[in-house]
């Protein structure tokens, strides 16, 4: 069974950093594909970016390209979301979700079947 749980959100400054974790557990197989969503108050759900297990294709919102890096750690059955230079626009719950199966990589929120509970992250001074 698959299983995804974010954690690592919290209130930083403008200016700082944050670090979100991914922890993605119960695939079948090394074909997956996980995303970082975020949903902002009164704000449709954004995808902010993306990896590919099978290829190792990532994907950036144009948002948050620059500032924000995905990256993994298989020992630990993990993505990471480092988010860098955050602004009050930054300001959401973020969501992992994973696409078990999921050739390539995509922001598009109905391939995924399985997310997590989400993590608030607040820019704020």
């Known amino acids: 069974q698959v299983q995804v749980v974010e954690s690592g959100g919290g209130l930083v400054q403008p200016g700082g950093s944050l670090r979100l974790s991914c922890a993605a557990s119960g695939f079948m197989s090394d074909t997956f594909a996980i995303a970082w969503f975020r949903q902002a108050p009164g704000k449709e759900r954004e995808g902010v970016s993306c990896?590919?297990?099978?290829?190792?294709?990532?994907h950036y919102s144009d948002s948050v390209k620059g500032r924000f890096t995905i990256s993994r750690d298989n020992a630990k059955n993990t993505v990471y979301l480092q988010m860098n230079s955050l602004k009050p626009e930054d300001t959401a719950v973020y969501y992992c979700?994973?696409?078990?199966?999921?050739?390539?990589?995509?922001?598009?929120?109905?391939?995924?079947?399985?997310w997590g509970q989400g993590t608030q992250v607040t820019v704020s001074s």
């Open positions: 979700a994973a696409d078990p199966g999921g050739l390539g990589c995509s922001v598009d929120s109905s391939k995924y079947d399985y």
């Open positions: 990896f590919s297990n099978s290829d190792g294709r990532l």
